[in-house]
């Protein structure tokens, strides 16, 4: 320790802190900027967009490039490959991805965070185009590069339903999709449920070939009839005319009308060798909605737009279409899966958790502090948060769970600064200053020690901006959010409040007699008020009760503050805070003594090292993401690959069966029950839609609405029921909540040998499989090898003999199973595809398919003949790759589950590892795990840094401030010792250990524990360097041993408030999330009723990282009241003894 005597004359013991100095000599000034302040903090917040999750922006490029007629195989070595060449020398790349399918290479470049996406997608075009040269000639068109946004996603389904047929139903969706896309806030809204209109050419083979008719002849016919040409402009009588021909067709008997062929003299119309019906295209999606037959439109908002204005505008669509006869009467329009359900309720959950923390807090100081006090310490919540929310709104960030979580966290230490400064000149102002000198003072005193402990803690959230990828992108709304807040009430506790203390502080705010009368009386008149206005809501004048219980609960607030709350608040701190100040600091004396402090010292740190063991022999579980019960179940069924999507909807119903009977007991907190069929859940690389999968979703109602029922739990039930299904596989998960971090079971094989690579993954599933480990769902393979093909095999000498090509027969066929676009129907402003193909009597018949007859002038007679296709090509029948996935210009077949209910992937994946210790694999294969495993250890690995980060630079500024290496190092050991509570906590009540959120929490404390230790330590120096200076006396290098513990526990004393009162305010402000307290305010005053209840979809997110801080602040706040002043006795004994060991020298 430093040489005491020599600093102290150097010291300023008398402080000043001048911009608080120049606060107090411009008042009005600082009164009109509050006011400014929260007109601009409130107006700021109305404005902020409302959204569940922050909109993330991944830097994510896709590169898509249609090939048709090729299979998987064919996509890899002709595209995907020669695009991946060049896109190797891209910069900032994290990872390349891509999959090959039949027809369509899909390439997705995931850049690091830090690259700007237009700056990626620039990058990838540049190198998209350089490949081009590499690429087959005959593409149809050039690739499509373009950014993933994962904030499109749909906001709301509007579902159509009633007695009319899918034809008048999607007429009416129509309608509405008109209006719902011209909404500034909506990109896309999606018709589902029944497919686009299309005008169907079904061509008869045999009249063709009776008619010596073409598809060419076809399709040139058509092409040519159904025109509209501008001819130029024609001048006549001084006027300008542009002349057009209009020949479109405007009807289905004028398309059935068209010569397609006229050969001697006679005509063959379309109607001769084809049937024209105007229908649609090819079934592909069928939707119900609680077993109804539906359209539905599939909404999703344009990126960085209010999702609450978007959906707000959409009902006022669908009110004013009945209202004005639009839809029709009879016509159910049902809106599910509406996000911004979720969105206000857990918006509303967090805002009522910050007022009830606030009043909490603003309760605690009252009894420490008497009301008026209270307030300008309480003023400190809404003053920081208004500053906050006009810069975050400024630099574009919403209001979400992430920023209001964070305004939460930081809700009791909020008024830590304001706390230490109005106690502080509360105090000065008890001892005899003004009120003008006591606040001069008492900033001046605490000014210094409040900016350090402020920059502590935003040094430990500092650390979790430079968390890199998706889940820090997530994340960094939490320490951006904490550092705006935090530096804000640095501003109003060192600028604002002072103003306020000196103006209107008060001394023995409790001790003084109330004049009972008048507060009975005004009391009383709030209530005699309320009575009219109830009247007026019971006959209707009103509209609600809000105005009469408005008054109502200020006269209750009123009597309960005069009969209870104000005794017990005089009690309070004229009784039981006195006899704690003294209990306290005869305790602290007792400590202080002879080797008590080592005694002390040495027993703590003896109780950390047991509650690590303690916490360890509980088994606890290690998780890395909170588990939650679900909001919405998704049931998935899956048949074989080219299962026609009819078989597939006769056993969805099957399903929707089972999923009925289930749920019939919990219908009461049901939202929705849906099914698509003909799409699952989807995925990066997995096409949502597909006719042999179907996807049934159970929405569920808000978690405070579920009268006590798990989701969980049923979910648990819903996966029984379903053992044993015969015929499909089915696949129960819930919703992802949070970032997409992957499966949480995902295993890479990767090698070249794309047939040896299968081989080796199923090696890989066996061996999983063959041990049963409990809780894994179902190993899959990300590819099904199974999809049946017919394959045909050219004789390419024959077609050349012919004078074909092997393009002439691969499209021949493809015009006759798949179509070929002819021309455009218009109908108004819309245009449907005329799609030309054979009727499905030759279409779904191999011989006729072989048959066909290809028309070719012949090179050898100069004549036109007939070529059947069976001449020159056979076929046969197997089985494909859906496709081939590569990652990093390898090939990858990935392995993949989900986890049981109730099961941990941490310890499955354990056993998972050690199944494949000893697995060997040839050479130029491998394996690793990765998906929610890879995230869990990068997460794990970057919280450990940022930990020892926020510790480095928390010393550092300990370091600065008290020019000594001793006291930060007391500081920074009570920090150390605040896992104690948090491993006794989690022990003791049996909480797993959540990864990131406990993680989190963990450096979160670090920068919370450190604040009472700065206030204390600086309090100790500072006594004993007056002490010094007062003793008058040169040749005293140190103080007495009883001088020392006066100063200490003097200091103690005195500071046993503020500690007390900031880590009450801190707990109390993340108790109402922590035990997911749902209050209602604004029902409280609408309805006189608060909706109360216990437990949120918001505890199960926030919870952990809650508890951690409120476990280790609780009992740190303990130790930093003991252990900080004997270890700073230990300190100055220490130093003592080494001082006089030399000395004697």
């Known amino acids: 320790m430093d040489n005491i005597k020599d600093n102290a004359s150097a010291e300023q013991v008398q402080r000043e802190f001048k911009p608080t100095f120049g606060a107090l000599k411009n008042k009005n000034s600082i009164f009109i900027l509050t006011f400014i302040l929260i007109a601009f903090g409130w107006f700021s ?81 540049d190198k998209v185009d350089k490949s081009l040269s590499e690429l087959p000639d005959d593409l149809d ?63 008869d083979l045999h009249k063709m070939e009776a008619n010596g008719v073409t598809f060419h002849d076809i399709e040139l016919a058509i092409g040519d009839e159904n025109v509209t040409v501008s001819a130029g402009t024609l001048i006549t009588d001084n006027t300008r005319r542009s002349i057009r021909t209009s020949a479109d067709y405007t009807s289905m008997k004028q398309i059935e009308n068209t010569i397609v062929k006229v050969s001697n003299g006679r005509v063959v119309y379309l109607k001769d060798v084809a049937e024209v019906e105007d229908g649609y295209e090819e079934l592909s999606s069928i939707s119900r909605l609680n077993n109804q037959p539906v359209v539905s439109l599939s909404i ?106 964070s305004l939460i966290l930081a809700l009791g230490m909020l008024v830590d600064n304001a706390i230490v400064v109005v106690e502080n000149v509360y105090r ?37 901006l430079l968390w890199g990828g998706i889940m820090g992108e997530f994340m960094k709304y939490l320490p951006i959010t904490l550092i705006i807040v935090l530096a804000s009430s640095l501003f109003v506790a060192l ?149 026609d999507i009819h078989k597939t909807n006769e056993l969805t119903k099957r399903v929707e069966v089972i999923v009925n009977k289930t749920m019939e007991p919990y219908e009461d907190i049901i939202r929705s029950k849906s099914t698509n069929v003909g799409s699952g859940k989807g995925g990066m690389f997995e096409s949502s839609r597909a006719a042999n999968k179907s996807l049934t979703t159970i929405s569920f109602v808000e978690f405070k609405d579920r009268a006590g029922i798990s989701t969980s739990e049923v979910m648990k039930e819903l996966t029984a029921n379903f053992e044993g299904f015969v015929g499909a596989k089915i696949f129960v998960e819930k919703d992802d909540q949070g970032p997409p971090v992957g499966y949480p079971i995902n295993i890479e094989v990767s090698g070249d040998d794309f047939e040896n690579l299968l081989i080796q993954a199923n090696r890989v599933k066996h061996l999983i499989d063959d041990d049963r480990i409990p809780g894994v769902e179902e190993l899959k393979l990300d590819l099904d090898q199974g999809k049946p093909e017919m394959l045909i095999n050219i004789d390419r000498d024959k077609v050349r003999r012919f004078g074909l090509s092997t393009n002439q027969v691969a499209r021949a066929l493809r015009n006759s199973l798949y179509g ?101 694999m040839p050479k130029g294969y491998s394996y690793k795990l990765t998906g929610e495993q890879e995230e869990q250890e990068e997460t794990q690995a970057f919280l450990t840094q940022a930990l020892m980060i926020a510790l480095a630079l928390i010393t550092l500024i300990l370091v600065s401030q008290f020019n000594s290496a001793i006291k930060p190092l007391i500081i920074m050991i009570t920090v150390l010792f605040s896992t104690i509570g948090v491993f006794l906590g989690l022990g003791i009540f049996q909480m797993p250990f959540v990864i990131l959120m406990t993680g989190i929490g963990i450096i979160s404390l670090a920068g919370i524990v450190v604040n009472n230790g700065i206030v204390l330590v600086d309090y100790i120096d500072l006594l004993r360097k007056r002490k010094i200076l007062e003793s008058d006396m040169a040749d005293r290098k140190y103080l007495s041993s009883a001088e020392e513990v006066d100063c200490i526990a003097q200091a103690g004393k005195t500071r046993l408030r503020p500690v007390l009162l900031t880590a009450i305010t801190t707990v109390l402000g993340l108790f109402p999330l ?37 476990f280790g602040l609780t009992v740190a706040t303990f130790l930093t009241l003991i252990i900080a002043p004997v270890m700073f006795r230990l300190s100055t004994q220490i130093e003592h003894r080494f001082y006089n060991f030399f000395s004697k020298k």
């Open 45 to 125: 917040y109305q404005s902020m967009p409302r959204e569940y999750f922050p909109e993330v922006v991944i830097p994510n490029i896709m590169i898509s490039t249609p090939y048709p007629g090729n299979s998987p195989i064919d996509i890899e070595n002709l595209v995907t490959r020669p695009i991946e060449k060049e896109l190797k020398s891209l910069k900032g790349v994290k990872k390349l991805s891509s999959a090959s399918y039949e027809d369509m290479s899909l390439i997705v470049v995931e850049f690091n965070t830090d690259i700007p996406v237009k700056q990626a997608l620039q990058d990838t075009k």
């Open 428 to 464: 000065l102002h008890e001892e005899g200053l003004s009120k003008l000198e006591a606040t001069k003072k008492g900033v001046s005193e605490i000014a210094g020690p409040i900016i350090s402990s402020t920059a502590t803690t935003l040094a430990a959230f500092f650390p979790l």
């Open 820 to 920: 070929l676009e002819v021309s455009k129907f218009k109908d108004g402003e819309d245009e449907y595809d005329i799609m030309l193909r054979l009727n499905d009597k030759y279409r779904y018949d191999v011989p006729s398919l072989m048959n066909q007859k290809i028309s070719v002038m012949s090179p050898i007679s100069n004549k036109m003949v007939q070529v059947p296709i069976s001449a020159i090509a056979d076929y046969s029948y197997g089985s494909t790759y859906e496709r081939i996935n590569r990652i990093e210009n390898t090939r990858v077949v990935t392995i993949y589950s989900n986890v049981k209910e109730g099961f941990n992937a941490n310890i499955i994946n354990t056993r998972v590892r050690e199944l494949l210790a000893d697995f060997e």
């Open 300 to 405: 999703t908002k344009k990126s960085g737009e209010n999702l609450l204005a978007a959906t707000d505008a959409i009902y006022k669509i669908i009110g004013e279409e009945k209202e004005n006869g639009s839809l029709p009467r009879g016509l159910i329009v049902t809106v599910t899966d509406d996000t911004s359900e979720d969105v206000r309720g857990q918006v509303a959950d967090l805002e009522n958790s910050i007022i009830m923390g606030m009043l909490l807090v603003i309760i605690v100081l009252y009894l420490f502090m008497g009301l008026r006090n209270a307030l300008f310490s309480g003023l400190a919540i809404p003053m920081s948060m208004l500053i906050s929310f006009i810069i975050l709104n400024q630099i574009g960030y919403t209001v979400n769970q992430m920023v209001l979580f």
């Open 495 to 643: 600028i604002l409040n002072p103003v306020f203390t000196a103006t209107f502080v008060k001394i023995d705010d409790v001790n003084k007699k109330m004049n009972k009368k008048k507060f009975i009386l005004i009391g009383s008149s709030f209530l005699v008020v309320s009575l009219p206005f109830y009247i007026m809501k019971i006959f209707g004048v009103l509209e609600s009760f809000l105005i009469a219980n408005l008054l109502m609960l200020i006269g209750i607030i009123v009597l309960f503050n005069l009969l209870a709350l104000k005794p017990f608040a005089r009690w309070f701190q004229t009784k039981l805070l006195v006899m704690l100040e003294n209990r306290y600091e005869k305790t602290l004396r007792f400590a202080l003594k002879g080797i008590k402090p080592l005694l002390f010292f040495v027993g703590t740190f003896i109780l950390m090292i047991a509650s690590i063991a303690f916490y360890f022999s509980t088994k606890p579980l290690f998780v890395f993401f909170p588990d939650n019960d679900p909001k919405s179940i998704y049931i998935t069924m899956e048949l074989p690959l080219g299962t």
């Open 1074 to 1110: 922590a035990v997911g307290m749902n209050f209602d305010f604004f029902s409280l005053l609408s309805e006189f009723n608060p909706h109360l209840s216990f437990g949120s979809d918001s505890t199960a997110f926030w919870g952990p990282m809650s508890w951690t801080v409120i």
């Open 141 to 203: 068109t050039d690739p499509i590069v373009e950014d993933v946004d994962f904030a499109d996603f749909p906001i709301l389904n509007v579902n159509l339903s009633g007695d009319f047929g899918l034809e008048d139903l999607k007429e009416y969706a129509e309608e509405l999709q008109d209006k719902f896309e011209a909404l500034p806030e909506v990109s896309e809204a999606d018709i589902k449920g029944i497919d686009e209109r299309e005008i169907k050419i079904n061509a």
